[in-house]
């Protein structure tokens, strides 16, 4: 396995995970256009990717313009390797490395993905859309949820 940051000729990879996966899926993968994967990775924050004999099996994306994790999927079939425990980590040590202002993300309830945040130490903060689940991560909660 080969952790790295995501550029830009990894968009179409990138793509092909986001659309595998199980939950949390898009109702049209035209919602998230390349362009708005480049802006993420170029612009708003940076990406992370987890190779597997080079192919893209996961990949993490944060923005510190939104401060928010705007995604972080593991294909599957590689779920329960710690490959999106790995990615999150990284993540979040470089996005607090880049601002202490609290993060924020959303996800289905009652998924696998609720249920990683949880343990990952995130705080429930209410609904956001329509009927996701809201968590926050504040610099200092982070910091004790890496000792």
């Not at 952790?3 to 092909?16: C, H, K």
């Not at 080079?54 to 779920?79: E, M, R």
């Not at 710690?82 to 959303?106: A, C, V």
């Not at 998924?111 to 990683?116: D, L, N, P, Y």
């Amino acid at each position: 396995m080969i952790f790295r940051e995501a550029t830009i000729a990894d968009i179409p990879q990138i793509q092909v995970v986001r659309n595998a996966v199980k939950e949390n899926m898009l109702s049209d993968p035209a919602l998230v256009p390349d362009s708005d994967v480049e802006d993420y990775i170029i612009r708003r924050g940076k990406g992370w990717v987890c190779e597997v004999n080079d192919v893209i099996v996961a990949f993490a994306i944060v923005s510190v313009t939104d401060n928010n994790v705007w995604a972080l999927f593991v294909q599957p079939g590689f779920d329960k390797m710690g490959i999106g425990k790995r990615l999150h980590d990284d993540m979040m040590d470089w996005y607090f490395s880049q601002t202490e202002k609290t993060i924020w993300l959303s996800t289905s309830p009652g998924t696998r993905a609720e249920t990683f945040y949880r343990k990952a130490g995130w705080k429930e903060t209410g609904l956001y859309g329509k009927g996701e689940i809201k968590f926050e991560m504040h610099a200092a909660d982070w910091v004790i949820t890496r000792m």
